[in-house]
């Protein structure tokens, strides 16, 4: 089934096309690919298959802190959804952390499949599941599950609806009905926690750390051998200045303590023009006060700034000038400095939820026998493609700005914590071969999104918002969408790989990393303070010790799995990259 989906996508020559840049050396090239998508489904059958009953004990594997909350035995897994030859018998577990299947007897394992070191197999952590679906066959009856909800009917079914486009069923046939229907109402409790120190991570941390001190007292290395900047700290920012070679812009502490604003990081790039007096006292007619924000340097002198809008009218004119003046004196050439504002054109994040869910009903609810026809059509009016082509598009002509015409970029979004986020990002990585790296990637992810403030938490729908549907919004999804289009253009580029981009996207709803658990620095900080409060960590510890971020990636792959990550046909940054020709100067093309 997912193969056919996957076939089905490569027959899509004049659904939608892109236009991206990439710069290597100062030259640009041009180049149109199609978009495709993978789709993993574990689909649904309705045929019983008569079993003789388990006998193995299966016992399934915990973290430190994972305890078990319910479990069934005699469970089928629905594999395959011609035959249920395929299908898996086995004990259904319901932890604080997962949902777990254990098959009786386990098919072997593929040799080319990554194997995680947190999740098994048929491991599903909760923060995962976008629903919970209870059957009931002889009775006809149906019910989506919340947390502490009651369910009338003994199910028969269970079906789980998942984040990353997957669904998965399980059968009671041969179970015991009361034990199914308690796994099923743990499982719908325990997916919608209420409050954030309730994810599993900040129980499963807090062991793990002590568990592990003994081993760190003696050789441990600055902040736990992590690669990647976190960008909570000046020297951080003082690379990348130099890195980049923006001499005329410096780092700014006037947001210690979040004493400006409560969404943007402790320490900024400002133009050294500017003084930290002008900045508090411009920084209250931003929206949450979010005052301009440096993000990178071209080599021609050209920055890339973004911020929030100016919530005074009134205020508008003056404080723009002082801003852009100030950018415009940190350019050598004083050029001039251009204004993008996103909110009037690009997609809004609802419209981003709105193309996601069709995408999502037509990859994995429908059935594909039934909507082969208009399968075409129908991902077309979903209107995602659209919007990819049209982040990529826009980026492409900031590229040109930035590159072709040495101008300065201000971008401009009412919040600054959205759509600058894909915009900042991909042109940076049109632009500079270092983001291209694996490492140069995870800095841009951290500091345009993460460190940024992008909200995570409410994006990602991690905790029971009932009332506050709008928040959710797959921009993180949308701009890995983006990425992996132009790997696909430029397949020597990028130093990481397409099974990178997956775990990656994978790790979203994995809540054991303090990366995309949260909406701004200040509450990961707070949060976090808490955390080493109630664990008994030592004051003064680094939070990257205590509770790391996502790019520690021994803690879910071994050494060897993590060469699946490394692209053999990556060039290096200091070769040019060069398809049907050289391009030697930037040429706008028509999209």
Same mark, same amino acid.
């Given at each position: ?37 993978? +789709?993993?489904?574990?689909?649904? %059958?309705?045929? @019983? #298959? ?6 193995? &004990? !299966? ?72 629903? +919970?679906?209870?059957?009931?066959? %002889?009775?006809? @009856? #149906? ?6 909800? &009651? !369910? ?440």
């Amino acid at each position: 089934f997912a193969n056919r989906l996957h076939q089905a996508y490569h027959r899509l020559p004049h659904v939608i096309t892109v236009h991206a840049t990439l710069i290597h050396q100062n030259k640009v090239i041009p180049a149109v690919r199609m978009f495709n998508m993978v +789709v993993s489904v574990e689909s649904q %059958t309705d045929v @019983k #298959k008569p079993i003789e009953p388990p006998i193995k &004990k !299966l016992e399934p594997k915990l973290l430190q802190g994972e305890i078990v909350v319910n479990e069934v035995n005699f469970v089928r897994k629905c594999i395959s959804a011609e035959s249920s030859q395929d299908d898996l018998w086995g004990k259904l577990i319901c932890t604080n952390f997962k949902v777990s299947f254990i098959p009786q007897d386990a098919p072997p394992k593929q040799k080319s499949k990554l194997s995680h070191l947190l999740l098994g197999e048929h491991d599903i952590p909760l923060t995962c599941l976008e629903q +919970v679906v209870t059957v009931n066959d %002889t009775k006809g @009856k #149906k019910k989506v599950l919340g947390s502490n909800q &009651k !369910l009338k009917f003994n199910p028969t079914e269970l079906i789980l609806y998942c984040k990353d486009l997957r669904i998965i069923r399980f059968c009671f046939d041969e179970a015991g009905p009361e034990s199914a229907k308690k796994v099923c109402l743990a499982i719908a409790h325990y997916s919608h926690p209420a409050d954030l120190q309730l994810l599993f991570g900040f129980e499963y941390q807090g062991r793990r750390y002590h568990e592990s001190k003994g081993g760190r007292v003696n050789g441990s290395t600055p902040r736990g051998g992590l690669r990647t900047p976190i960008f909570d700290r000046p020297s951080d920012w003082d690379w990348e200045i130099k890195r980049t070679g923006a001499s005329e812009w410096r780092v700014c502490s006037i947001n210690e303590s979040y004493a400006i604003s409560t969404s943007l990081p402790e320490y900024i790039v400002v133009p050294v023009s500017l003084a930290d007096q002008d900045l508090k006292r411009y920084s209250i007619f931003f929206t949450d006060q979010r005052i301009p924000l440096w993000c990178w340097n071209h080599p021609n002198g050209s920055a890339l700034v973004r911020m929030a809008s100016i919530s005074d009218p009134l205020q508008q004119k003056k404080i723009d000038q002082k801003v852009f003046t100030a950018i415009t004196k940190s350019h050598p050439q004083r050029s001039e400095v251009i204004r993008s504002d996103l909110d009037k054109c690009l997609p809004n994040i609802q419209d981003i939820q709105n193309a996601f869910v069709k995408v999502r009903q037509i990859c994995v609810i429908d059935p594909f026998e039934e909507s082969e026809e208009r399968w075409l059509s129908s991902i077309e009016n979903s209107r995602w493609l659209e919007y990819v082509r049209a982040f990529l598009k826009h980026s492409a002509e900031i590229v040109y700005h930035l590159d072709g015409k040495n101008a300065s970029v201000v971008l401009q979004e009412e919040e600054d914590r959205d759509l600058n986020c894909v915009v900042s990002s991909l042109v940076q990585l049109m632009l500079d071969p270092h983001h291209r790296s694996l490492i140069g990637f995870q800095t841009l992810v951290q500091k345009e999104w993460v460190m940024a403030g992008h909200r995570f938490l409410d994006r990602c729908n991690h905790l029971k918002k009932n009332d506050k549907e709008e928040l959710k919004s797959p921009l993180f999804m949308l701009f890995l969408d983006c990425v992996w289009q132009m790997m696909n253009q430029y397949p020597a580029a990028f130093e990481f790989t397409e099974a990178y981009l997956t775990v990656l996207s994978d790790s979203m709803w994995i809540p054991l990393f303090s990366t995309f658990l949260f909406n701004s620095p200040k509450q990961r900080a707070q949060h976090l303070m808490d955390f080493a409060k109630n664990k008994a960590i030592p004051q003064g510890e680094d939070h990257v010790v205590y509770f790391p971020p996502v790019w520690d990636w021994s803690q879910q792959f071994s050494t060897k799995d993590q060469t699946l990550f490394n692209n053999p046909m990556y060039v290096g940054k200091g070769a040019a990259c060069v398809q049907n020709g050289e391009v030697k100067t930037f040429r706008r093309t028509k999209v």
